[in-house]
């Protein structure tokens, strides 16, 4: 059930998602990824932080497959998707024919269940154009769910979003994925997010992954606990804010 992405050194051990090994990626003279090294469990959900232009969406693009490393060992399991900031429809099919894309007709009825699992009952023969910036990112939440990611990347997935609809987009997300267990990586800039929804966190700076830290607390959580906001200022201090800290 799981595949090298690039450079196999054999196979992927059963409980891991993803384990990446000595990676490195430069753009001309820019070193991006210096010596990365991670491990991510199967249904585990981690979240990556860090400044912007550090390389967080390079890793995931690495991760998703659609950016070769320079150096290092990845390998990750077979089914991966991604989902980025804009839906990315196709604006000449129907909703369901978005989900269902490339898959068999056979996946239709599948594809109807992901579009309830995301609150779009009804939604199936409806345009993208005609859809809100939170339905649209639904369907592409659903677009995902029905390939039944082992592995389910997330780019920033909620921040073009108005501040609501982020926050039941997030809820949404956080069932979703309690439900069908996939590993998730989400790339945000958002630290309140990564601390609500992941059960790891990593900040990426320098090329590394720089501070790595389990969130143990219960589902949903409470943003007035003291572990949240401890978190939170661990995290908002390695990003170089502090001033923000309350
Ligand atoms: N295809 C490319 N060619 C040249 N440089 C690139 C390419 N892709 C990324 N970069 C550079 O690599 C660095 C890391 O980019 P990346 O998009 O991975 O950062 P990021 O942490 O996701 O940033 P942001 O949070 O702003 O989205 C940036 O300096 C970017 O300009």
Redesign the pocket.
Known sequence: MSEPVFQPRGEIPGELAVQVRGLRKA?GP?I?LDGVDLDIRRGEFFALL?P???????LLRILAGLELPDAGTVLAARRRTTVYQEPRLIPARRVLANVTLGLPSAAREAGRRALAEVGLDGYARKWPATLSGGEAQRVALARALVRDPEVLLLDEPFAALDALTRLQMQDLVAELCERHRPAVVL?T?DVEEAVRLADRVVVLRDGALAVDRTIDLPHPRDRNAPEFADARRLFLSHLGVTAAVH
Do not use: D, L
Not at 52 to 58: A, E, R, W
């Open positions: 753009f820019k991006v860090g912007s232009g550090t390389g967080k969406t390079t790339v800039h």
